[in-house]
């Protein structure tokens, strides 16, 4: 039976929050984290940190989160049936960023581990994550270093892991009601124990911490860059389509609720401010046409 260990990755993911929190404050210059340390009345907790009003982030979060249980919420077992019955343990690392200046992206990463046990049964177990961006005035050249760092944190595991999990995400960020992606993709695994413990282990952590090098050198090319009010609109505009994707289709908001998460921390991945505009539409070969009409379906970035 292979040798599954929680507080291994409990270790890896505080470890991990720490050193994405300490290379977002440096890339932005002012920032500084502020930690809420939580406690769940049903089992677990975690550790909220929060950035706001920085000179490059508006507003942003690095969560970790460990939460134990009896049984299964609804949102598992209805994709996972076999988990019927059997008690969890679940933890991880999310964030969101959102930046202040339209010309630097949004950006998203999640990496997690869940197992379920039942007296007399092997236990169930996978791992799960990914990351992906969400730019509103795209360069070719940034999405193609995130697009390259993401199959760099591949490559190791095997040349069919990179088109797989880019493709998983760019399906799973996908506003079925908008018929667009939600940007310009990455990666997205889940259920993934097919590599054994150690294995899936190693690639988890691969992903996460591969995270930085795909983000801050966007950060850092994009902070100076000018803005104008109108762009400034158009970004809280495309800040919408954010909050509409988390509230409607995001499997790991639904989770975290059905289990009783605090709802603060779950939240923390919206917006500070957003804008709709009823039937908008870019005007016709302008930049923010551009994003529609170039960036949000699916591309192989890398082929570009």
């Not at 977002?24 to 809420?36: N, Y």
């Not at 690639?203 to 100076?224: C, H, N, T, W």
């Not at 509230?247 to 908001?253: N, P």
């Amino acid at each position: 039976m292979q040798n599954v260990s929680l507080e291994k990755v409990k270790e890896y993911f505080l470890g991990l929050q720490d050193r994405i929190c300490q290379g977002l404050e440096q890339a932005d210059g002012e920032a500084a984290f502020v930690e809420d340390a939580w406690q769940r009345e049903q089992g677990g907790g975690g550790r909220t940190r929060v950035v706001t009003n920085g000179a490059v982030i508006e507003q942003g979060g690095v969560n970790y989160s460990y939460v134990y249980g009896d049984s299964m919420p609804a949102s598992a077992t209805a994709h996972r049936p076999e988990l019927a019955g059997r008690s969890f343990h679940a933890c991880g690392v999310s964030l969101v960023i959102h930046p202040k200046n339209p010309h630097i992206p949004t950006s998203h990463a999640n990496v997690r581990f869940f197992i379920a046990e039942k007296e007399g049964e092997a236990p169930i177990w996978w791992f799960g994550g990914g990351f992906d961006l969400t730019p509103f005035y795209p360069q070719m050249e940034d999405v193609v270093h995130w697009h390259t760092v993401a199959k760099n944190a591949c490559d190791p595991f095997g040349e069919s892991v990179y088109p797989e999990y880019k493709k998983w995400c760019d399906e799973y960020f996908y506003l079925k009601h908008r018929d667009e992606t939600r940007g310009v993709g990455g990666l997205f695994f889940d259920d993934l124990n097919k590599m054994g413990f150690e294995k899936s282990f190693e690639f988890m952590q691969s992903v996460g911490d591969s995270f930085l090098d795909a983000y801050v050198p966007i950060i850092e090319k994009r902070k100076d860059t000018p803005f104008t009010e109108q762009q400034r609109d158009f970004q809280l505009y495309r800040r919408g389509r954010y909050v509409e994707f988390n509230l409607v289709w995001d499997r790991g908001t639904l989770f975290g609720l059905q289990t009783g998460g605090r709802t603060e921390s779950i939240l923390m991945s919206m917006p500070p401010l957003a804008r709709w505009e009823y039937n908008y539409s870019p005007e016709a070969d302008s930049l923010e046409a551009k994003l529609y009409s170039d960036y949000l379906k699916p591309r192989d970035w890398l082929a570009e």
